[in-house]
T-cell receptor, first 112, second 110 residues
Framework: DGGITQSPKYLFRKEGQNVTLSCEQNLNHDAMYWYRQDPGQGLRLIYYSQIVNDFQKGDIAEGYSVSREKKESFPLTVTSAQKNPTAFYLC???????????FGPGTRLLVL | LAKTTQPISMDSYEGQEVNITCSHNNIATNDYITWYQQFPSQGPRFIIQGYKTKVTNEVASLFIPADRKSSTLSLPRVSLSDTAVYYCLVGLSNDYKLSFGAGTTVTVRA
Protein backbone atom coordinates (compact mmCIF):
# COMPACT_ATOMS: atom_id res chain seq x y z
CA ASP A 1 0.00 0.00 0.00
CA GLY A 2 1.85 3.07 -1.23
CA GLY A 3 1.72 6.38 0.50
CA ILE A 4 3.13 8.83 2.99
CA THR A 5 3.18 8.14 6.69
CA GLN A 6 3.76 10.60 9.49
CA SER A 7 4.33 9.83 13.12
CA PRO A 8 3.31 10.42 15.75
CA LYS A 9 -0.21 11.70 15.20
CA TYR A 10 0.08 13.88 18.31
CA LEU A 11 3.27 15.16 19.89
CA PHE A 12 3.79 17.13 23.05
CA ARG A 13 6.77 19.38 23.57
CA LYS A 14 8.05 20.80 26.81
CA GLU A 15 9.65 24.21 26.99
CA GLY A 16 13.24 24.17 25.74
CA GLN A 17 12.91 20.73 24.21
CA ASN A 18 13.71 19.65 20.65
CA VAL A 19 11.26 17.23 19.06
CA THR A 20 11.45 15.32 15.80
CA LEU A 21 8.54 14.57 13.48
CA SER A 22 8.84 11.58 11.21
CA CYS A 23 7.87 11.44 7.53
CA GLU A 24 8.30 8.35 5.37
CA GLN A 25 7.17 7.69 1.79
CA ASN A 26 7.26 4.57 -0.35
CA LEU A 27 6.19 6.28 -3.56
CA ASN A 28 9.75 6.50 -4.89
CA HIS A 29 9.38 10.28 -5.01
CA ASP A 30 12.49 12.43 -5.24
CA ALA A 31 10.99 15.58 -3.70
CA MET A 32 9.68 15.97 -0.18
CA TYR A 33 8.25 18.94 1.71
CA TRP A 34 7.27 20.11 5.18
CA TYR A 35 4.40 22.54 5.75
CA ARG A 36 2.92 24.14 8.82
CA GLN A 37 -0.82 24.85 9.13
CA ASP A 38 -2.31 27.08 11.81
CA PRO A 39 -6.03 27.03 12.66
CA GLY A 40 -8.22 28.40 9.89
CA GLN A 41 -5.26 29.16 7.66
CA GLY A 42 -3.55 27.74 4.63
CA LEU A 43 -0.23 25.91 4.50
CA ARG A 44 3.17 27.56 4.79
CA LEU A 45 6.34 25.90 3.52
CA ILE A 46 9.05 25.18 6.09
CA TYR A 47 11.63 23.17 4.14
CA TYR A 48 11.76 21.15 0.95
CA SER A 49 14.17 18.65 -0.53
CA GLN A 50 14.58 17.97 -4.23
CA ILE A 51 16.86 14.96 -3.80
CA VAL A 52 18.75 12.98 -1.19
CA ASN A 53 21.33 14.98 0.78
CA ASP A 54 19.85 18.27 -0.42
CA PHE A 55 17.29 20.56 1.17
CA GLN A 56 16.27 24.21 0.94
CA LYS A 57 14.59 26.65 3.30
CA GLY A 58 11.02 27.63 2.69
CA ASP A 59 9.16 30.69 3.95
CA ILE A 60 9.30 29.93 7.69
CA ALA A 61 12.44 27.83 8.30
CA GLU A 62 13.59 29.63 11.46
CA GLY A 63 13.46 27.32 14.46
CA TYR A 64 13.29 24.16 12.34
CA SER A 65 15.86 21.75 10.92
CA VAL A 66 15.66 18.81 8.53
CA SER A 67 17.79 16.03 7.07
CA ARG A 68 17.46 13.90 3.94
CA GLU A 69 19.81 10.95 4.29
CA LYS A 70 17.47 8.51 2.57
CA LYS A 71 15.10 8.96 -0.33
CA GLU A 72 12.21 7.61 1.72
CA SER A 73 12.67 9.74 4.82
CA PHE A 74 12.55 13.47 5.58
CA PRO A 75 12.39 14.09 9.35
CA LEU A 76 11.66 17.55 10.74
CA THR A 77 13.10 18.74 14.05
CA VAL A 78 11.32 21.52 15.88
CA THR A 79 14.01 23.17 17.97
CA SER A 80 13.72 25.18 21.16
CA ALA A 81 14.35 28.28 19.03
CA GLN A 82 10.85 27.92 17.57
CA LYS A 83 8.88 30.00 20.05
CA ASN A 84 5.41 29.22 18.74
CA PRO A 85 5.52 25.58 17.65
CA THR A 86 1.89 24.66 18.29
CA ALA A 87 0.48 23.80 14.85
CA PHE A 88 -0.49 21.02 12.47
CA TYR A 89 2.54 19.79 10.52
CA LEU A 90 2.13 18.24 7.09
CA CYS A 91 4.65 16.32 5.04
CA UNK A 92 4.25 15.95 1.29
CA UNK A 93 6.11 14.38 -1.59
CA UNK A 94 6.14 14.60 -5.37
CA UNK A 95 7.82 12.62 -8.10
CA UNK A 96 10.04 15.60 -8.80
CA UNK A 97 9.81 19.16 -7.59
CA UNK A 98 7.10 21.19 -9.38
CA UNK A 99 4.86 18.16 -9.87
CA UNK A 100 1.69 17.39 -7.97
CA UNK A 101 2.31 16.98 -4.26
CA UNK A 102 0.71 14.25 -2.16
CA PHE A 103 0.28 14.74 1.56
CA GLY A 104 0.62 12.61 4.66
CA PRO A 105 -1.96 12.53 7.47
CA GLY A 106 -0.20 15.18 9.57
CA THR A 107 1.21 15.53 13.08
CA ARG A 108 -0.32 17.88 15.61
CA LEU A 109 2.29 19.42 17.90
CA LEU A 110 1.23 20.83 21.24
CA VAL A 111 3.29 22.61 23.87
CA LEU A 112 2.97 21.59 27.50
CA LEU B 1 2.58 32.01 -7.82
CA ALA B 2 -0.64 33.22 -9.36
CA LYS B 3 -3.09 34.67 -6.85
CA THR B 4 -6.41 32.89 -6.58
CA THR B 5 -9.76 34.03 -5.25
CA GLN B 6 -12.47 31.64 -4.20
CA PRO B 7 -15.57 31.94 -2.00
CA ILE B 8 -15.04 31.53 1.72
CA SER B 9 -17.93 29.12 2.18
CA MET B 10 -20.76 27.31 0.40
CA ASP B 11 -23.71 25.34 1.69
CA SER B 12 -25.43 22.48 -0.09
CA TYR B 13 -27.69 19.49 0.47
CA GLU B 14 -27.11 15.83 -0.11
CA GLY B 15 -27.56 14.77 -3.72
CA GLN B 16 -27.01 18.23 -5.15
CA GLU B 17 -24.19 19.32 -7.44
CA VAL B 18 -21.71 21.77 -5.95
CA ASN B 19 -19.76 24.14 -8.17
CA ILE B 20 -16.86 26.14 -6.74
CA THR B 21 -15.40 28.85 -8.93
CA CYS B 22 -11.85 30.06 -8.54
CA SER B 23 -10.56 33.26 -10.14
CA HIS B 24 -6.94 33.47 -11.26
CA ASN B 25 -6.64 36.49 -13.51
CA ASN B 26 -2.84 36.49 -13.74
CA ILE B 27 -2.38 32.83 -14.57
CA ALA B 28 0.80 32.21 -16.58
CA THR B 29 0.96 30.32 -19.85
CA ASN B 30 2.56 27.24 -18.31
CA ASP B 31 0.48 27.16 -15.13
CA TYR B 32 -1.75 24.24 -14.28
CA ILE B 33 -4.85 24.48 -12.05
CA THR B 34 -5.02 22.05 -9.16
CA TRP B 35 -7.67 21.40 -6.53
CA TYR B 36 -7.18 19.80 -3.14
CA GLN B 37 -9.69 18.68 -0.49
CA GLN B 38 -8.93 18.79 3.22
CA PHE B 39 -10.87 17.32 6.12
CA PRO B 40 -10.26 18.56 9.68
CA SER B 41 -6.99 17.30 11.13
CA GLN B 42 -6.02 15.51 7.91
CA GLY B 43 -3.61 16.27 5.10
CA PRO B 44 -4.93 17.81 1.87
CA ARG B 45 -5.96 15.26 -0.72
CA PHE B 46 -5.36 15.83 -4.43
CA ILE B 47 -8.66 15.93 -6.32
CA ILE B 48 -8.03 17.01 -9.88
CA GLN B 49 -5.69 18.99 -12.11
CA GLY B 50 -6.16 20.58 -15.49
CA TYR B 51 -4.71 22.98 -18.01
CA LYS B 52 -7.62 23.84 -20.30
CA THR B 53 -11.17 22.83 -21.31
CA LYS B 54 -12.59 20.04 -19.18
CA VAL B 55 -11.07 17.31 -17.05
CA THR B 56 -13.11 14.60 -15.36
CA ASN B 57 -12.19 11.83 -12.97
CA GLU B 58 -14.11 9.55 -10.64
CA VAL B 59 -14.42 12.26 -8.02
CA ALA B 60 -14.98 15.59 -9.78
CA SER B 61 -14.91 17.61 -12.95
CA LEU B 62 -12.86 20.70 -13.66
CA PHE B 63 -14.08 23.25 -16.17
CA ILE B 64 -11.60 25.79 -17.54
CA PRO B 65 -12.74 28.44 -20.05
CA ALA B 66 -10.63 29.42 -23.02
CA ASP B 67 -9.11 32.49 -21.33
CA ARG B 68 -8.13 30.35 -18.29
CA LYS B 69 -8.74 33.27 -15.92
CA SER B 70 -11.08 31.17 -13.84
CA SER B 71 -11.93 27.55 -13.23
CA THR B 72 -14.85 25.68 -11.71
CA LEU B 73 -14.65 22.53 -9.64
CA SER B 74 -17.83 20.50 -9.91
CA LEU B 75 -18.72 17.89 -7.31
CA PRO B 76 -21.65 15.77 -8.52
CA ARG B 77 -24.30 14.50 -6.12
CA VAL B 78 -22.53 15.46 -2.89
CA SER B 79 -22.93 13.53 0.32
CA LEU B 80 -22.34 14.49 3.94
CA SER B 81 -18.80 13.12 3.65
CA ASP B 82 -17.95 15.80 1.08
CA THR B 83 -18.07 18.44 3.81
CA ALA B 84 -14.51 19.79 3.73
CA VAL B 85 -12.30 22.71 2.75
CA TYR B 86 -11.46 22.89 -0.95
CA TYR B 87 -8.34 24.69 -2.15
CA CYS B 88 -7.65 26.01 -5.64
CA LEU B 89 -3.99 26.37 -6.60
CA VAL B 90 -2.36 27.70 -9.73
CA GLY B 91 1.22 27.44 -10.84
CA LEU B 92 2.55 23.97 -10.11
CA SER B 93 4.41 23.84 -13.40
CA ASN B 94 6.73 26.68 -12.41
CA ASP B 95 6.80 26.71 -8.64
CA TYR B 96 7.69 24.04 -6.11
CA LYS B 97 5.96 25.99 -3.40
CA LEU B 98 2.26 25.41 -2.90
CA SER B 99 0.52 28.53 -1.64
CA PHE B 100 -2.77 27.62 -0.04
CA GLY B 101 -5.20 30.40 0.71
CA ALA B 102 -8.08 29.99 3.14
CA GLY B 103 -9.95 27.76 0.69
CA THR B 104 -13.71 27.25 0.39
CA THR B 105 -15.48 25.52 3.24
CA VAL B 106 -18.24 23.38 1.75
CA THR B 107 -20.91 22.22 4.17
CA VAL B 108 -23.30 19.51 3.01
CA ARG B 109 -26.51 19.13 4.97
CA ALA B 110 -28.94 16.24 5.09
Amino acid sequence: DGGITQSPKYLFRKEGQNVTLSCEQNLNHDAMYWYRQDPGQGLRLIYYSQIVNDFQKGDIAEGYSVSREKKESFPLTVTSAQKNPTAFYLCASSRVVRETQYFGPGTRLLVL
Amino acid sequence: LAKTTQPISMDSYEGQEVNITCSHNNIATNDYITWYQQFPSQGPRFIIQGYKTKVTNEVASLFIPADRKSSTLSLPRVSLSDTAVYYCLVGLSNDYKLSFGAGTTVTVRA
